[in-house]
């Protein structure tokens, strides 16, 4: 017995220690919205097999940038996951996307176009927001060009550090895209702010009235979750991966998924995360080159 018992542990230390340890770079903080999901996607994935074993890591700031270049310091066994940030790291010059492969698509975010004024009615829309270039302020562009109105970007460090910047009343700013959790919060706190649309491919349950920019016939990017690797990764380890990530998502369902973090419009289901970062970054760039003399004078 006592042989059995110890042949047992020999065998489960090896096993242990055969683990490949894939390292996700979370490049959000430990309080941020999507942390909950990026946690249970990694405590599942451990629990679903035994090839890999998933450590978090957080490399939060920088516009997030830090936890796309770590990545690249171990670019074989570093992920970077919840990652909106690869554009804004991108469009500041930390990192490029040709570097970079798509793991696997956690969906499309549902963010608020939070406003303080009537938008249509406005001499001028003054978007905050970290990217020059990005979802943000492409989607104000294209509301601009809608309704007409002339559009001024200004830099901040984060959405919500452009959001708290309109709910105190400072009326240089009068539009922010941001996640729906911070507009919440705030709009408790300062009734002025209103969220004009949604910009998603769905409504999100929880705000069912505020309706989609496609829904107001403006079409723009959506900001997208990718985990991403480096192009280094041997592909075969990326589809592991993804395929596990994509069993999380069928156990846990849905449902339950989106209720320990933001709305996410979930695409794992009938598109490929390839397919899926091809279109978002073709979309990008598309709306990056209507825009492109715009773009040029926020800088």
Not at 33 to 58: C, G, H, W
């Amino acid at each position: 017995m006592k042989h059995l018992l110890t042949t047992f542990l020999v065998a489960l230390s090896f096993s242990v220690h055969a683990q490949q340890v894939i390292t996700v770079v979370n490049a959000q903080g430990p309080t941020q919205s999507m942390t909950p999901q990026i946690m249970r996607v990694i405590d599942e994935a451990n629990k679903l097999q035994n090839k890999y074993r998933f450590v978090q890591e957080f490399k939060p700031g920088g516009f997030e940038s830090i936890g796309v270049k770590s990545m690249l310091e171990s670019p074989t066994d570093r992920v970077v996951t919840i990652t909106n940030s690869v554009i804004e790291a991108e469009s500041r010059g930390f990192v490029d996307l040709s570097v970079l492969q798509p793991v696997f698509s956690h969906g499309d975010a549902c963010w608020a176009i939070v406003t303080n004024t009537e938008i249509k009615s406005a001499k001028e829309i003054t978007v905050g927001g970290p990217a020059i270039g990005g979802a943000a302020h492409l989607a104000a562009l294209q509301i601009g060009k809608k309704y007409n109105i002339p559009v001024r970007y200004i830099v901040y460090r984060s959405n919500y550090d452009a959001m708290i910047n309109m709910a105190a009343d400072n009326r240089s700013v009068n539009m922010v895209m941001d996640r729906l959790i911070n507009y919440k919060q705030l709009s408790e706190k300062n009734s002025s702010l209103q969220a004009m649309a949604l910009n998603c491919p769905e409504r999100d349950p929880a705000f069912a009235s505020v309706k989609t920019l496609a829904e107001l016939q403006i079409k723009s990017p959506y900001i997208w979750h990718f985990t991403m690797a480096s192009d280094k990764m041997p592909e075969d380890r990326r589809r592991e991966i993804a395929e596990i990530f994509r069993q999380v998502y069928l156990n846990v369902g849905r449902k339950e998924m989106q209720s320990i973090s933001d709305f996410v419009s979930p695409v794992y289901l009938n598109e490929t995360s390839t397919a899926h970062y091809n279109r978002s970054i073709s979309t990008l760039r598309h709306y990056r080159q209507i825009y492109a003399k715009e773009i040029e004078q926020s800088k």
